[in-house]
Nanobody, 122 residues
Framework: QVQLVESGGGLVQPGGSLRLSCAAS????????MGWYRQAPGQPREFVAT???????HYAVSVKGRFTISGDNAKNTVYLQMNSLKPDDTAVYYC????????????????WGQGTQVTVSS
């Protein structure tokens, strides 16, 4: 089936930056709704960012202006550039792929990667 592999997480100080990568198998992400979601310990998984059919992007209010989702068609890889990181951004970040017609706000849908840990701490 579909394989999604996240990488790029790590430990950063508040105000720092990270770029997460999601390497996808199969057809181009331009034919899917791709998304980034995150889950902090003891918290439900939440929507972070999405890119629909390789075009339009949308963000959670909590990350808007700080995070950017993008893709590289040649590598079939989706990225999440995270700037001005805050301690509240600490979570496991997951890549998701779903049909282009499915709302990215529905958490329990599509295929998921294994997650990559992002820790923001001084």
């Amino acid at each position: 089936q579909v394989q999604l592999v996240e990488s790029g997480g790590g430990l950063v100080q508040p105000g720092g930056s990270l770029r997460l990568s999601c390497a996808a198998s199969g057809s181009s992400f331009s034919h899917w709704t791709m998304g980034w979601y995150r889950q902090a310990p003891g918290q439900p998984r939440e929507f972070v960012a999405t890119m629909i059919s390789g075009g339009s992007t949308h963000y959670a209010v909590s990350v808007k202006g700080r995070f950017t989702i993008s893709g590289d068609n040649a590598k079939n890889t989706v990225y999440l550039q995270m700037n001005s990181l805050k301690p509240d951004d600490t979570a496991v970040y997951y890549c998701n792929r779903r049909r282009a017609g499915v709302s990215p706000l529905i958490i329990d849908f599509g295929s998921w990667g294994q997650g990559t840990q992002v820790t923001v701490s001084s």
